[in-house]
C-alpha cells in the first residue's frame, strides 16, 4: 500500500514549513482562561416576574378573604386562595432576588444560577 505524501490543502507534505514553538509556551493562551460576559435570561426573569405578581396578588386577595373584607359565603375556600398565592409567590420572589444580586455585581450571585429556556 503507497503511503501517503499529501496534506489537506493539496501540498506534498515534504513542502509543509513547520515551526519551534517558544521554550516558554505551555500551550495555553490567556483568552481562554477569561470568562465572556453572562448572557441575561430575560424570559426567565419575566417568568419570575409575573410569578411574583401573581403570587402577591393572590395573597392579598386571601388575606383579605380571611379577615372577611370580602362577603364569603364559604369560608373554607379562603385559605386555598392563601395557599396557592405563596406557592406561586415564592419562586417568583426567589428567582428575582437572584436577577437583581446578579445585576448589581454581588459576590457569589450570578446569571447563571437562574434557569433560561433554550432558544
Known sequence: M?????????????????????????????????????????????????????????????ALLLAGYFGVTHTDRTVPVLIIGILVFLPGFYHLRIAYYASKGYRGYSYDDIPDFDD
Open 2 to 62: 503507497p503511503a501517503r505524501s499529501v496534506v489537506s490543502n493539496g501540498s506534498p507534505a515534504g513542502k509543509v514549513r513547520y515551526s519551534r514553538l517558544a521554550a516558554d509556551d505551555d500551550g495555553y493562551i490567556d483568552l481562554q482562561f477569561k470568562r465572556s460576559p453572562p448572557k441575561v435570561p430575560y424570559k426567565a426573569i419575566a417568568l419570575a416576574s409575573v410569578l411574583f405578581f401573581i403570587g402577591s396578588l393572590l395573597i392579598v386577595i386571601g
